[in-house]
Each structure stands twice: as C-alpha cells, then as structure tokens.
C-alpha cells in the first residue's frame, strides 16, 4: 500500500475534505441544522456526544477512508 502522504498533506483541498467527510457524518446522525448551532456549549456537547457514540465514530472513519483512497486507481495505494 503506497499512497502519496507528502503531497496530499501539503494541499489544503485535502485537509477541508477530511474535516467535512468526519464532521459530515456526526451532523447528520445528530439531525443538527445552523439553528442549533447557536452556542459553544452546543457545540461542545454535540462534539462530546460524537466521539462517546461508536457507531458514529464508525460513520467517520469510513468517510475519512472513503476520501483518502484514490478511487482511480487499482487497489488502494496511489
């Protein structure tokens, strides 16, 4: 397995996709909405609430692997 770490750390388009693809997962198991976002301390329990819950810890890491692997080429490595 081979997969290109210096240059995909070095892109910021990789480190924005790996924030959405774990934050993703947690505010649609949650139902959040931007209403709901209207303290720290919301967020903080719902942060709190995602990383107590396995399941949507799962929900996360799948989607951080879905977007490190290169869907073009054969296998996983790049």
């Known amino acids: 397995m081979k997969i290109d770490l210096k240059a995909r750390l070095k892109n910021p388009i990789f480190w924005i996709n790996n924030a959405?693809?774990?934050?993703?997962?947690i505010l649609?198991?949650?139902?959040?909405?931007s209403q709901d976002f209207t303290s720290?301390?919301?967020v903080f329990d719902i942060t709190l609430n995602a990383l107590k819950n396995?399941?949507?810890l799962g929900l996360a890491f799948v989607?951080?692997?879905?977007n490190i692997i290169n869907p073009t080429?054969?296998?996983i490595s790049d």
């Open 40 to 42: 720290w301390s919301d």
């Open 63 to 66: 989607s951080l692997w879905n």
């Open 20 to 25: 959405l693809a774990f934050i993703a997962p």
């Open 54 to 56: 396995p399941y949507v």
């Open 73 to 75: 080429t054969k296998g």
């Open 28 to 33: 649609v198991y949650y139902k959040v909405s």
